[in-house]
């Protein structure tokens, strides 16, 4: 089993910045993609930082230059730097990591998504 915890949620004014991360513990073998969502009340979850195995990263246009996702790979973490927050990026934030569990061979085992059970962030104006 492999568990996933987001932490570094908070309230903060409108242009400040947060830093969220996501640990992940338990049978891991390795840590594959990792996306970071978020939820609004009354809205869809939404994509809003991808990072690959490889550190390749992808934002959609609405974060972009404000959202960076990095990785500690010896840490089995993944941070989520959010700058120049605005009211609208007030949401539950959530990651979501593609584990491969190890045996107790300490070899690579089945591969699956988990998720975390999320981060309340609030950007007041």
């Known amino acids: 089993q492999v568990q996933l915890v987001e932490s570094g949620g908070g309230l903060v004014q409108a242009g400040g910045s947060l830093r969220l991360s996501c640990a992940a513990s338990?049978?891991?073998?390795?840590?594959?993609?990792v996306g970071w969502y978020r939820q609004a009340p009354g809205k869809q979850r939404e994509l809003v930082a991808f990072i690959t195995s490889g550190g390749s990263t992808n934002y959609p246009d609405y974060v972009k230059g404000r959202f960076t996702v990095s990785r500690d790979n010896a840490k089995n973490t993944v941070h989520l730097q959010m700058n120049s927050l605005l009211p609208e990026d007030t949401a539950v934030y959530y990651c979501?990591?593609?584990?491969?569990?190890?045996?107790?061979w300490g070899r690579g085992g089945t591969t699956r998504g988990y998720w975390g059970q999320g981060t309340q962030v609030t950007v007041s104006s």
């Open positions: 338990g049978s891991i073998f390795s840590i594959n993609d």
């Open positions: 979501n990591a593609v584990v491969t569990e190890a045996t107790v």
